[in-house]
């Protein structure tokens, strides 16, 4: 049998991870329709990871049928996923973030602030579900027993890449379920990896009976105290803030960035912590600010000029 023939013999299994890819990239196009800056995707890095997500699809749908649906469905709900967080948080999930699952109040509490888009991402998914069940069923995809085993080492690979470039997830160039599904495979290598990570002193986070004061907190964006007259800079250019100096209530103090990034940065500032690499902290998200807040009765607000990404 020719080259050509063994491809016009697979032609089906080419039909049906064409006609998934596109449904595992809805999801990114309802998430660019409804926010502007969801995403700024780089040309080549779109072919690059089509590609790749068509290559990956075109494998399963030579691998058992259960083994395709669940491969498939997994691809589109995590994208699903990426966008509920994204309409809550305003930002990209974390490899940290998969961690919190377990804070089911939390979450539960979160997702009736956005039910309506809840109620329609599950009626999508189920809906994608049914359509998967009914493509494979009537498509029929020709099976090969070599797809599995060259499916392996893809997955080796892929867990691979994801730590070596985790430095680099999530990023506003690549679609949700690139962004998703590489931090949920990081919090698996980091959970699995957690024995073998440094261990810091225990964290005691003690309530007090103290009376509630209206706190404000500011945060400057790409802001550094070496270039504020507040902290001595030669230029006036903090004349409001400087006129608080001496007011006790007035609290300014130097910091070092938890990273390099807003998207990083920022929420690492929220999660106190001693210990920059101290991923077990925050993963168990028991000196997170905004929770301790909510915990001793305070009402939380967020004021923001940023874009909207940014709220």
């Avoid at 609290?251 to 807003?262: D, F, M, R």
Wanted: hydrophobic residues 45%; proline residues 3%; without cysteine.
């Amino acid at each position: 049998m020719t080259l050509k023939q063994k491809l016009l013999s697979h032609k089906n299994n080419f039909i049906l991870a064409f006609i998934v890819t596109g449904m595992i990239l809805f999801p990114d196009i309802l998430a660019n329709y409804h926010w502007k800056h969801y995403a700024d995707y780089d040309p080549f890095l779109v072919v690059l990871e089509i590609l790749s997500i068509y290559i990956f699809l075109l494998l399963f749908t030579m691998t058992k049928k259960s083994y395709f649906i669940i491969a498939s469905f997994f691809l589109v709900s995590i994208g699903f996923v990426e966008i509920v967080y994204y309409s809550f948080f305003r930002t990209y999930m974390k490899d940290y973030d998969w961690g919190l699952i377990a804070e089911t109040e939390d979450i539960i509490g979160s997702l009736k602030s956005i039910i309506s888009l809840v109620i329609l991402v599950l009626f999508l998914m189920m809906i994608f579900l049914i359509i998967l069940y009914l493509l494979e069923k009537y498509i029929k995809p020709k099976k090969n027993r070599y797809a599995k085993y060259i499916l392996v080492p893809i997955f080796v690979l892929l867990f691979i890449g994801v730590k070596y470039y985790s430095h680099k997830f999530p990023n506003k160039t690549n679609f949700s379920s690139i962004n998703a599904s590489s931090t949920l495979v990081l919090a698996i290598i980091h959970a699995v990896s957690f024995q073998n990570e440094k261990k810091f002193l225990p964290y005691s986070v003690i309530k007090t009976n103290s009376e509630k004061p209206i706190v404000i907190m500011i945060m400057g964006e790409s802001l550094n105290a070496k270039k504020m007259n507040l902290f001595g800079f030669h230029y006036s250019n903090t004349p409001m803030l400087n006129q608080l100096k001496t007011d006790t209530n007035f609290q300014y103090k130097l910091a070092i960035s938890g990273g390099v990034n807003t998207s990083i940065s920022v929420p690492t500032f929220f999660d106190v912590k001693r210990e920059p690499q101290n991923r077990i902290l925050v993963n168990s998200n028991k000196t997170n600010l905004m929770k301790l807040a909510k915990q001793n009765g305070y009402k939380t607000y967020w004021i923001s000029t940023q874009k909207e990404e940014w709220q």
